[in-house]
């Protein structure tokens, strides 16, 4: 039997894991459509369905296509969300719009659809071996794979979504005497429909005071209509605070299997974002397109500034709200339903119904006198009717305790908070409990009232008593008397939730007012404990169960309290907030710490608050607010000099030389080396006066020394001090020791700026090994190493390798640090650079923005990490050729560094140079110059002539001058640079071999195409053999060759290579994408030379359109674009077209270049051409004459510009004497060889 059973779980299983196996095929097939389209922007995905509007109308006609699919295809809010589509339209739009054969994959969606929910091994193994070569065509890593054919699945309710339609999320059922007002639920019903079909409206609020029954009435609500109207389908959102209300949203999403919570690779997005993913799901069901209708509760909200992100972006079909609150003040998109106490007959009603013994309630005169006594009021009346049935009383008798009590609290003069009568009853129940359960009762009780009592998870309680039965009957007896409310959310038993009422935690406070310290420390030790056994454990320190507990005391507790328990764990405190990405929460409880602390007396605890200040200032200095960090440690410098001055080492004391090191690391963060260079300096005299050179300390500030001189690029300097302290490190601590390891691990970071990369792979592999050995593959430093091993590999074009670590350190990461972790954050980024290196460029900037979110939330928006994060944007953008978006970010960017960290830093010219690049690709030539001019007198005084940076700067001004046809100075410069970096970097670097892919353009557009040609061929072949043949530049340097063969008139050998290449380059970068629309150029201009113009304008005029969603009408390409389809249309005989097409060219294109440059003296060739076919001799010779004698001075002799014009000239003067003879000859019209274009 059991074996049986088990059978059926892994069937089952099996089943859910196909499911999920759907789920990544529509996200696939989502993705492949984003990048057909080559946007995700949804106004104009609904541009491209509109554009087709007729063909979709006939398929809607031909019953194809369903209603609902056509208004999720064409909706009326013009905005189209494929995380919508299920896997038919998805199907469908790739097979109608893009021509794609899905015959296959729509089988195995079939096969697994009508398959049921449980599946045998035979069969998931078929359905895997079918599905996986199509799933990894669509692009889904071997990895994802793997990971779909190995989950586990061992919650029984995940299991259940894959078979029932209903769903219920934290939604419990009413308390079992809670009084169904039958009138306000039909109200409220009435409200909520009428405003989900009001665009206006957005939903109805249950308002009223505590204890009236909001929440119970929320809940009769959704009993009442569950299956009436809904589809029983409910979410119960705790919202009395963000850390809960997220967790809400997470939680739901990995119940329905939302993987795009984490972006696949990434952290948690923003809660707009996620309560957007979640209305989504619910909005079409996943196996059919049809509309549902869902409940959303967001009970207990504070007001209305809180629901903020929680309002769909658009109008929802499904979601439908109802909010409870005490909050009576709402706008008018809110109807607000007011609930207050009993009506008489209600609370008689409830009387009867909750009374069981019918004696017990047969004196009517003493039913009402009771009522009220309580007022009428819910909560009063639920708490006393418990009591009256678990203690067998009758009406009568209950009256008599309550009034005797009610006399001794009054005479107590106990401070009663709220409603007398709810503090009376709730007193007697509290009496009782402590009778029945002893005090082990009330003291889970106690703590159980300063807890967040909207969500309670056994997982926690479990850590205060710590015997499962035990504490199952303690919940039991709490739950009988009304005092919790238990339900089972169906994760296992730690997931079990406790919900305790406001009302009845704030008498229990109140109640018992001295049990607040006792009850502080004993949670706060738990809390301790828990964060310890995470350190020695090396366990993800996240405080599962209690963190958001810890924020809900802290946010209560004006007096700070509680968190003052955790003055002596700082360092545990500062690990929790960091893995929970919280750094400004952090950054506010040491400022609570430091001010409670700067309040009292002694010198203990003065030495407690100045180290309570320096992990301020070092917490402000991790939020890159440098400026208050640097005040903050000079403030402690000053009482520490104070402090020593009475001791015998005065200012030679280690603390004072510590305080005084930090200041020289916030100077360094503030890239202010030079002064932070002359404070390590003064600490290392005194340290080596006092300690020696052989004292770790001693070392340590040598060490700083050193990281000082790297960042002022004396590399070499820096280089040798750090040899040094590793001679000293070996002696004394051997070759193993974390020290040690460390200053060989700046070695190799000075070996890396160097440019010598493989000596610095070597030695962090040397290291990589000793760490695995003595720390383990999942400790920070062993991952810190490898995290280095893969910045070398990108550095010598090693990307693949590279981003296989990154990920693999991703992995661990994710489970050690969690992933609002700033050393996770950094990987990810990582992992986004390599793809961006590996031209996915739209994979990087997803990650990228996935960062930016998290980062915006945990550290702010003038953090460095924040901006760098933003910059790698803008790089994405301007891979995506979004030069107009990128230069915006770059300039916001430029604003704030130079407000914090100055001009001459580096991050800050990197802003800059990007600055530069972005009005390069938008032609602004003169401007990016001028920039570039600027950065590189600052970097060759800062790093060096030989440095990177230098020369990668030197490399644009290079670029810069080419685009201006300056192309001896351009091709000296690259020859320049391509003899250091020869030395530095070797021949198969990517950056040596960009150098010397310019100077192969430069050779090209001085017309020695020979020599230009090997080059590329050269280049060429390495590039096959370290980046493979689907890297942008691999793709980039084919387009060249392929020019390089058009201009020597190899024109079927050049046709070939530019159509070989156009459907790797769509794949790879889309076709909108400025390479794309390069090679489509190429295509089109070999075509007219080949004199088939109509094809060559057919394909010139669609790459046209396509430049012009991209740049402006004066950008290169666009002009280049224009003018072959000018020479077409002339070579056609449509000289008035072709000369007005030419014409307005010529203007754009002297709006931003000089009248020397190529496009321009080309644009005027064919000018001139077309002026010769209008009989126009006088103007056309203008133009030709000083073309030929600007490309003559500009070029020389032998360039391609002067020979053409040169060439019309000649044959227009043998034509004109022909014709003087009397010989009948046709005009200047025939086709000539069109000039160099690039």
């Known amino acids: 039997m059991l074996s049986t059973q088990s059978h059926t779980d892994d069937d089952q299983e099996r089943g859910f894991r196909c499911q999920v196996l759907l789920g990544k095929l529509d996200n696939q097939l989502r993705e492949r459509i984003y990048i057909k389209l080559s946007t995700r922007d949804p106004a104009k995905l609904f541009q491209f ?17 369903k209603d609902e699919q056509y208004k999720l295809l064409l909706p009326t809010s013009g905005m189209v969300y494929l995380d919508q589509f299920d896997s038919t339209l998805l199907f469908f739009v790739t097979r109608e719009f893009f021509g794609e054969n899905m015959k296959d994959l729509i089988k195995i969606r079939n096969r697994i659809q009508h398959g049921g929910t449980k599946v045998s091994l035979p069969e998931f193994n078929a359905i895997l071996r079918d599905a996986e070569p199509h799933l990894l065509q669509l692009g889904l890593s071997k990895a994802e794979f793997d990971d779909i054919c190995n989950i586990r699945i061992v919650d029984s309710k995940v299991k259940e979504l894959m078979t029932k339609a ?61 299956n009436v109207y809904y589809e029983d389908i409910v979410c119960w959102i705790n919202c009395n605070n963000f850390v809960n209300i997220e967790k809400s949203f997470t939680e739901i999403a990995n119940r329905c299997g939302i993987n795009q919570i984490y ?68 706008d008018q998109r809110f109807d607000v339903i007011k609930i207050g106490k009993f009506s008489n007959e209600e609370a008689e009603q409830f009387l009867e119904t909750n009374i069981h013994d019918v004696e017990a309630r047969k004196d009517k005169e003493a039913n009402q006198k009771l009522l009220k006594s309580l007022s009428y009021l819910p909560l009063a009346l639920q708490q006393a009717f418990s009591f009256i049935n678990e203690n067998g009383l009758t009406v009568e008798m209950y009256l008599t305790i309550f009034d005797k009590r009610q006399k001794e609290l009054l005479s107590e003069g106990t401070q009663e908070i709220g409603n007398p009568s709810v503090y009376t009853t709730l007193s007697l129940t509290y009496n009782r409990l402590l009778q029945e359960g002893g005090q082990e009762v009330i003291d889970l009780l106690n703590k159980i009232s300063y807890l967040d009592g909207k969500d309670i998870r056994k997982g926690l309680l479990i850590k205060f008593v710590d015997d499962v039965f035990v504490l199952n009957k303690i919940l039991s007896l709490l739950a009988k008397y009304s005092i919790i409310e238990t339900t089972n959310t169906g994760t296992g038993f730690l997931e079990n939730q406790i919900n305790c009422h406001e009302l009845t935690q704030t008498f229990i406070k109140a109640y018992v007012p001295n049990v607040k310290e006792p009850v502080y420390q004993e949670l706060a030790n738990t809390f301790i404990e828990d964060m310890r056994n995470c350190r020695s454990q090396r366990q993800k320190m996240d405080g599962n169960y209690w963190y958001q507990h810890f924020l809900f005391i802290c946010e209560k507790d004006v007096e700070n309290i509680f968190l003052m328990k955790f003055i002596d764990v700082q360092n545990d405190l500062i690990h929790l907030f960091e893995t929970q990405g919280d750094m400004r929460r952090l950054c506010d409880c040491l400022k609570k710490i430091m001010e409670k602390l700067s309040h009292t007396d002694g010198y203990e605890r003065k030495d407690l608050y100045l180290k309570t200040k320096h992990n301020y200032a070092n917490t402000l200095n991790n939020l890159s607010h440098y400026h208050d960090a640097l005040r903050i440690f000079k403030e402690i410098e000053t009482v520490r000099k104070e402090t020593v001055r009475k001791e015998t080492l005065g200012e030679r004391h280690n603390d004072y030389l510590t305080t005084k090191h930090e200041i020289g690391c916030c100077l360094m963060n503030l890239s202010h080396y030079h002064d932070a260079l002359s404070i390590f300096k003064e600490i290392e005299t005194v340290r080596k006066d006092t300690l020696g050179e052989r004292h770790n300390n001693y070392l340590s500030t040598k060490h700083n020394i050193g990281h000082c001189l790297m960042n002022l690029s004396h590399y070499h300097e820096a280089l040798r001090i750090f040899k040094e302290i590793e001679t000293v490190h070996k002696d004394t601590l051997g070759e193993r020791h974390n020290s040690y390891l460390t200053t060989k691990h700046n070695i190799g970071h000075c070996l890396m700026n160097l440019s010598r990369y493989n000596d610095a792979l070597s030695i962090f592999k040397e290291i990589e090994t000793v760490r695995k050995d003595t720390l383990g593959e999942r400790h920070n430093n062993y991952l810190s190493t490898k995290h280095n091993i893969g910045h070398c590999l990108i550095n010598l074009s090693r990307y693949n390798d590279a981003l296989r670590i990154f990920k693999e350190i991703e992995t661990v990461q994710k489970e050690t640090l969690g992933e609002r972790h700033n050393s996770y954050l950094a990987t990810k980024h990582n992992i986004g650079h390599c793809l961006m290196n590996l031209s996915h460029n739209h994979d990087a900037l997803r990650i990228f923005k996935e960062i930016e979110i998290v980062q915006k939330d945990t550290l702010g928006e003038r953090h460095n990490s924040y901006l760098t994060t933003k910059h790698n944007i803008g790089h994405s953008l301007m891979k995506l050729s979004h030069y107009h978006d990128a230069l915006r970010i770059f300039k916001e960017i430029e604003t704030v560094r130079r407000d914090t960290l100055g001009e001459r830093h580096n991050s800050y010219l990197a802003t800059k140079h990007n600055i530069g690049h972005c009005l390069m690709n938008l032609t602004h030539y003169h401007e990016a110059l001028r920039i570039f001019k600027e950065i590189e007198t600052v970097r060759r005084d800062t790093l060096g002539e030989r440095h990177n940076s230098y020369l990668t700067t030197k490399h644009n001004i290079g670029q810069c001058l080419m685009n201006l046809s300056h192309y001896h100075d351009a091709l000296r410069i690259f020859k320049e640079i391509e003899t250091v970096q020869k030395e530095t970097l070797g021949e198969r670097q990517n950056n040596y071999l960009t150098t010397k892919h310019n100077i192969g353009q430069c050779l090209m557009n001085l017309s020695h195409y020979e020599d230009a040609l090997s080059i590329f061929k050269e280049i060429e072949i390495v590039w096959n053999e370290t980046i493979g043949q689907r890297h942008g530049n691999y793709l980039i340097g084919k387009i060249y060759i392929g020019e390089c063969l058009k201009r020597m008139k190899a024109f079927d050998e050049a046709l070939q290579i530019f159509e070989s290449s156009k459907p790797l380059l769509s794949e790879v970068l889309g076709d909108h994408h400025d390479r794309y629309l390069r090679n489509d150029f190429h295509i089109g201009h070999v075509l007219s030379m080949k004199g088939r113009f109509d094809d060559a304008l057919e394909i010139l005029e669609s790459t046209q359109t396509k430049q012009f ?51 321009i003296l080309s644009i005027r060739i064919n000018l001139a051409h077309c002026l010769f076919g209008m009989k126009k001799i006088e103007e056309a010779m203008d133009h030709l004459s000083e073309v030929e004698k600007i490309s003559l001075q500009r070029f020389g002799d032998h360039h391609s510009i002067y020979l053409e014009a040169v060439e019309m000239k000649e044959q227009h003067e043998q034509k004109r004497k022909q014709k003087e003879e009397g010989v009948d000859v046709p005009p200047v019209t025939e086709r000539m060889q069109s000039t160099k274009l690039e």
């Open 49 to 65: 369905f509109q554009s087709h509007k007729t063909t979709i109308d006939k398929l809607r006609k031909k019953n194809v296509i």
């Open 166 to 226: 209903s769903f219920n999320y934290a939604c419990l059922p009413p308390v079992a005497n809670h009084f169904r007002r039958a009138n306000l639920i039909s109200n409220i019903h009435q409200a909520v429909y009428s405003q989900h079909h009001d665009d206006f409206k957005f939903s109805v609020v249950i308002s009223g005071i505590g204890g009236s029954g909001k929440s119970e009435t929320a809940r009769e609500y959704w009993q009442s209509y569950r």
């Open 263 to 330: 972006n696949q690779n990434g952290s948690v997005k923003s809660l707009k974002e996620l309560s957007n993913l979640v209305y989504d799901y619910f909005s079409v069901r996943q196996d059919v397109n049809k509309p549902r209708k869902v409940l959303f509760v967001l009970d207990n909200v504070i007001n209305q500034v809180a629901l903020v992100d929680l309002i769909p972006q658009t109008k929802k079909e499904a979601p439908h709200f109802l909010i409870t609150s005490q909050c009576s003040e709402w």
């Open 1109 to 1159: 969603e991209t740049f402006d009408k004066s950008h290169l390409e666009v002009l280049q674009t224009t003018n072959v389809i000018g020479r077409c249309l002339a070579e056609k005989g449509l000289f008035d077209k072709a000369h007005d097409t030419l014409l307005q060219a010529l203007e754009d294109g002297l709006q931003v270049l000089d009248k020397e440059h190529p496009i």
